[in-house]
Each structure stands twice: as structure tokens, then as C-alpha cells.
């Protein structure tokens, strides 16, 4: 056609109405509402588009045909509006409800290979842009991304053994030093309880304080030094 698009129902709908009310004003040869009226009521009559007659309302009895553009089938995406409904009319039996924003619509037309949307490498957004595919790019993901990254290599076995080696290792040298640490902490608190023995056999009180406070410092609680400092006394007036 002139317009670059096929002529839709509706425009064949409104001639066969011309249609309908030409017969009526011939069969009647008036141009009264009333009679006019009468006419179309009782009219059936056979056009190209449809039999058309009216009920008892004045509407007609031919049912409206429902498109949808694009229609989705099993066998794929048909990019060309389709007869939904009625069932008996309609090209493809897939009616879509609720039906797919017009920014959806025209992204799915624009981004269109062979029917599929965005290239067949995405979908449609509600606002009516490409979501690619992981490795695609672009408005209608028809550009191909470089592969960046690459997959961590899994560990090979003499890896694994290294690496338990080498905890079983760090282990074994926390556990020496801690005994090493702990060793030496009790040699110094037995040296200072010496120390301690013989203040208290001089009576000297400014070296049992400073000995008390050493032996508190390296982890003996109150209650151990004053016991360690009454038995030191008790067996010095004995």
C-alpha cells in the first residue's frame, strides 16, 4: 500500500459498515433513521470481511479479532502481528497476557534476528533495553566480548602435599617455642622465689616487695606468692 504496511481489520470492518448501511438505504429507498434502523436489524449480508448482522442493540454479531505483535510460540518469536481470537480464526493459539510494555515491544523489534530479541543473545528490559548474555555487548548484544578472565587452575597433588607439610611444620615450631617460652618462665620464677627465700631471711622488705611484684608480673596470682611467703617465714622462725 501507499502507507508501506497492509491495511488492518478495522479498515476492513469500517467498509463493509458502509456496505451494510448502502443495502439498507437501497432496500428501503429512504434515508429515514427509523427505517434505516429496521433495516440494519434485520440485515444479514455477505462481504468479503464477514456475514454481517446486528443484535437486538444494534451491534454487530461478528466478533473482533484480537492481534498481538510479537507473537511467542514453541517453535519461536513471530516478529509481525498475529490473529490471537478469536479461537477459530486465529493464526498461532498463543494469546499473551498481560502483554509486554511498548518499550519492551519496540526493543524486541528493533533488536529482532529471525524473529528473536536482541539478537538472540539477550532479553528485553521492562524499559526497553538489551540485558546480554555473559561474553555479549551492545545495544542488541550482537558485539562479542574478549574473553578476560580465566578459570583458577585446581591444585595438583604434590601441591597438597606441600602445603599440609608445610602447616604440620608451623605447627611443630609454634608448639617447640611455646615449651621453650614456658620453660624459661618457670626458671626465672623459681630463681626469684630463691631471691624471694633469702630477702626473707634478711628481713629485707623494699627487696621482697620488688621480688612479689616480679613473681606477679610473670603469671602467680596473689594468693600463690602469699602462700610461698608465709611457709618462707614459718620455716625461717622454726
Not at 518469536?77 to 490473529?83: D, N, P, V, W
Not at 486465529?90 to 524473529?115: L, N, Y
Not at 604440620?168 to 623459681?190: A, E, K, T
Request: charge should be positive.
Amino acid at each position: 500500500s501507499d502507507c508501506g504496511s497492509l491495511p488492518t481489520t478495522h479498515a476492513a470492518a469500517q467498509f463493509a459498515g458502509l456496505c451494510a448501511l448502502s443495502k439498507a438505504i437501497e432496500d428501503t429507498g429512504t434515508v429515514s433513521t427509523a427505517d434505516i434502523s429496521a433495516a440494519l436489524k434485520d440485515m444479514e449480508l455477505d462481504e468479503f470481511y464477514a456475514k454481517v448482522s446486528f443484535d437486538e442493540y444494534g451491534q454487530s454479531k461478528q466478533p473482533f479479532l484480537i492481534l498481538q505483535s510479537p507473537v511467542t510460540t514453541r517453535s519461536g518469536t513471530i516478529a509481525r502481528r498475529t490473529i490471537v481470537y478469536p479461537a477459530d480464526q486465529a493464526h498461532v493459539r498463543a494469546f499473551v497476557f498481560p502483554k509486554p510494555t511498548w518499550a519492551q515491544e519496540r526493543c524486541r523489534f528493533q533488536s529482532s534476528i529471525a524473529g528473536e530479541a536482541c539478537s538472540r543473545r539477550g532479553k528485553c528490559s521492562k524499559t526497553g533495553t538489551c540485558v546480554c548474555f555473559e561474553g555479549w555487548a551492545g545495544s542488541s548484544c550482537s558485539v562479542r566480548m574478549l574473553q578476560t578472565t580465566t578459570a583458577a587452575a585446581e591444585p595438583q597433588p604434590f601441591e597438597i602435599v606441600f602445603i599440609a607439610l608445610g602447616i604440620f611444620v608451623g605447627v611443630l615450631l609454634v608448639l617447640v617455642v611455646l615449651r621453650f617460652v614456658n620453660r624459661r618462665r618457670n626458671l626465672r620464677i623459681q630463681t626469684h622465689k630463691q631471691d624471694l627465700e633469702r630477702a626473707i631471711a634478711d628481713r629485707a622488705e623494699a627487696a621482697q616487695q620488688k621480688l612479689t611484684a616480679q613473681l606477679h608480673y610473670l603469671g602467680c596470682s596473689r594468693h600463690e606468692i602469699e602462700g610461698f611467703v608465709t611457709s618462707s617465714r614459718k620455716m625461717q622462725n622454726e
